[in-house]
Every structure is written in C-alpha cells, then in structure tokens.
C-alpha cells in the first residue's frame, strides 16, 4: 500500500460518516447498519492476533464488512505480509463501492452480496464481524425460514423466529472458518438474557471452543 495505515484510517472514517449521512436513521436501521469505533475494532483485532499461530498466514473474513473497520484494525496490529487473504461481504451498494475504492491497493477483496446466501469456502482463520443488527420483525416470514434451515445445517443451531438476523450470520460462518480458525463477534448481549438465545449459548458452549466472552 502506497499509503499508511493512519492515513487510510483517516480516510475511511471521513467516508464512513459522509455515507452515513446521506442515509436516513430509518434506512439504516431497517438493514441494521451500525458502525464499529476504531477503538473497539483494534481492541478485538488486537486479542485475536494474539490467538494465532505465531508467523501463520492469515486468511480473514468479515461477513458484513461495511467500509473496513476491522480490516483497518487488522492491518494496524500485524503486518500486511502475513495476510494472505481478506474477503468481506457488503450487501448495501451504497458502502462496498466506496469502500472497494478505498482498499483497492490493499488486496482487500469485497463482494457485494448477501452473505446469508453465498456457498460456504472453508478456507479462513480469522473470522471477525460486526453483523447486522436486524429485529426478527424486519424480517419476513420467508426470509425467516430460509434462514432458520440454511443456518441449521451450518451450525447445528435450531434458532427462533424471534432470533434476529446477527444470531444468523454467526452459525453461516461457521462453514466457512478452517480447522483452529479464530471467530470474533461484536453482537448484542440481549441473546444472554432471552429464550431464543438458548440455542446461540448451547453452540458457544458445546460446538467451538469458547475462549473469551467480553461485554463492552
């Protein structure tokens, strides 16, 4: 990269806020899109690169990258050279073509598609996302049941139609993280403290190895 990390950094949260902005809170909320604070996406990224093989390849995903923040995070706390791969989804136009420009230099690749739909590619090792922050009632009665079955045969998780949509985005990932991968999630705690959490708990619990659970 022609640039350094602060430099991009700089230039992506500018972008972040003229994007948001051009959007209506209604507009963002329906897709659930809330920003990650620099601060916050290097403090995860930060105890994540710590879980990692010493040296290892780094092969990263963010499911619902927006316009970087944890890329940005990843590259501030180990060299570019040990990434060997970065793919992000972004459903929204509205932020991946910007955000493409921004990180095009970088080998970042983001798809603009629906990662709830996409075929799984079992190949990264550090899987890190802010998903969206959807309520069940934005989603209809068909979207529910394609995602109640897709993320059953991901994850093992029977969720709730009263599961919001970040409860899925974590059991689709599960497909798509290698052997030892490294998942990092920054979600509500709500699914602590209602039923239709019982079944994200039971998989943190029994399905992957839980290291660490942080409330903010």
Not at 121 to 144: A, E, G, M, T, W
Not at 157 to 165: F, Y
Request: hydrophobic share 45%; with cysteine; glycine share 6%.
């Amino acid at each position: 990269m022609s640039q350094s990390i602060a430099t991009l950094e700089k230039q992506r949260l500018a972008l972040q806020d003229a994007l948001d902005v051009q959007k209506t809170r209604a507009e963002r909320n329906r897709l659930g899109q809330f920003s990650t604070p620099t601060a916050l996406a290097v403090d995860i990224l930060r105890y994540a690169a710590e879980l990692l093989p010493k040296d290892a390849p780094v092969q990263f995903l963010d499911p619902a990258i927006g316009t970087g923040a944890f890329y940005a995070a990843l590259l501030s706390v180990l060299p570019a050279l040990r990434i060997s791969a970065a793919v992000g989804f972004e459903i929204d136009p509205h932020y991946r073509q910007p955000a493409s420009e921004l990180w095009e230099e970088s080998g970042l690749v983001i798809k603009l598609a629906d990662f709830t739909r996409e075929l799984p590619s079992s190949q990264f090792n550090l899987v890190i996302c802010n998903p969206p922050y959807v309520r069940h009632h934005h989603l209809s009665n068909v979207d529910k049941a394609r995602l109640q079955e897709r993320t059953y045969h991901a994850s093992g998780m029977r969720l709730s139609g009263l599961a919001g949509l970040y409860c899925h985005f974590l059991g689709l990932a599960h497909t798509w993280m290698a052997d030892n991968a490294i998942g990092g999630w920054l979600i509500p705690s709500e699914f602590m403290d209602v039923n239709y959490g019982k079944e994200l708990k039971q998989y943190l619990l029994n399905k992957v190895t839980l290291l660490h659970i942080h409330r903010f």
